[in-house]
Every structure is written in C-alpha cells, then in structure tokens.
C-alpha cells in the first residue's frame, strides 16, 4: 500500500522515518544541553533531510499523473528553484530565531543563531546580508521599516513590491509575538513568515 500510494518502499519509508527521529533528536537534545553551536548545525541537517520525502512524493505524482502534472520533476530548473525555495524558507525561520536569542537575552544562543544565519546568507548569496541586519536590530529595536527594504529586496530580487512588503509584515507580526511573548500565535505567525519567502525565491528563480 505505502510503496502504491507513495512510490517508496516499505523498507525505504521506514529508513527515512528512522533516519528523520534520529535527526529530530539531535538538535532536541542539543536544546536541552543548550549546545547552541551543534543545535543549529543538527537543524539543518533535520530541515534538510524533511525534504527528501516531498521529493520522492512528487516524482512519483508527476509519474502516476503526467496528463495532470505536465514537465520534467527533475529538470535542472525544478531542482533549482525548489531548493531555492528550501534554503529562502529556511533563512526566515532562523532570523525569527535569532530575534527570539536577542528579545530573550540567550546570549551564547544569539552568537550561534548569527553563524548560522551567515552560513545561510552565503548560501544564498548577498542579496541576504542587509535584510538579515535589519531583522536582528529590529528585535531590540522598532519594527522593521518598509521604504527602504522594500526598494532593496525587489530590485535585488525580482519580487514585487506588493510580495516584498508582505514579507515585511508576516516578519514584523512573528517578531512582535517574540517581544510580547505571544507564545500562542508566534508559531503560526514564523510560519507566515516562512511561507511569505517563497514568492521572493521564486522571483529570483524567474
């Protein structure tokens, strides 16, 4: 049933799920050891290995599917712009990460939230550094200000400016939740951050 439905064997399913706890637990246990360092080293291993499922799931639709699902799913250009939207996602998670380090004062956790922030950033490319500073200061600061991101990240990006400030205001409401420790909304609200990115990486995939 798992290997129709999915395209994946039994064994191959129970070997990524497998895989996925052990990955899981790592950073877990590297939370409670407050071993910031490897914490965000373990999750980005788990963020990336999440992927490998959806992957193996949409081969195997645009298989079963192709009058439905018209291309090539492992085209160059599909391989680009997915884990382009991966690592922009990813990038969104771990600047409310860092803001969440800064507003709480975790100083030893904001020192590895910014490494792994700027390992990121290299990923990603440049386009990243001004918006990563302007999202950290407005953790100890206001809010982030729309009229010269807005300008920045479009021309640099591609995206509109409609989809730009969009961004800008799914971050400043998660980072709003931080400063008044809205514990109930904030994970829906990083999540509308996270998700606001991939209009931007699909701009710049074109």
């Known amino acids: 049933m798992i290997e129709t439905t999915t395209g994946i064997s039994a064994t191959g ?33 788990a963020y990336t290995h999440t992927s490998q499922l959806g992957d193996a799931l949409a081969r195997h639709a645009v298989a079963q599917f192709p009058d439905r699902l018209q291309g090539d799913a492992s085209a160059g250009s599909v391989e680009s712009r997915v884990s382009f939207n991966l690592l922009t996602q990813e990038h969104s998670y771990l600047t409310t990460m860092a803001t969440g380090a800064t507003i709480a004062k975790r100083g030893a ?4 939230a910014a490494g792994a922030l700027a390992a990121s950033a290299r990923q ?7 918006w990563d500073a302007a ?10 200000q ?7 990240m479009s021309l640099a990006t591609g995206a509109s400016r409609t989809e730009v400030q969009h961004l800008i205001d799914a971050t400043n409401k998660a980072i709003g939740d931080q400063k008044a420790k809205n514990a109930k909304s904030l994970a829906e609200d990083d999540r509308a951050a996270a998700t606001a990115m991939q209009p931007i990486a699909d701009s710049i995939q074109g």
Do not use: C, H, P
Not at 109 to 112: D, G, P, R, S, V
Not at 124 to 130: C, I, N, V
């Open 135 to 144: 999202v950290v200061s407005s953790a100890t600061g206001g809010e982030l």
């Open 13 to 45: 399913m129970r070997d990524l799920a497998y895989r996925q706890v052990l990955l899981d637990k790592a950073f877990i246990d590297d939370a409670a050891a407050q071993n910031y360092s490897n914490f965000y080293a373990d999750v980005d291993k």
């Open 124 to 130: 990603l490319g440049r386009t990243w550094s001004g």
């Open 109 to 112: 956790e904001k020192t590895a």
């Open 146 to 152: 729309s009229e010269n991101l807005v300008d920045v």
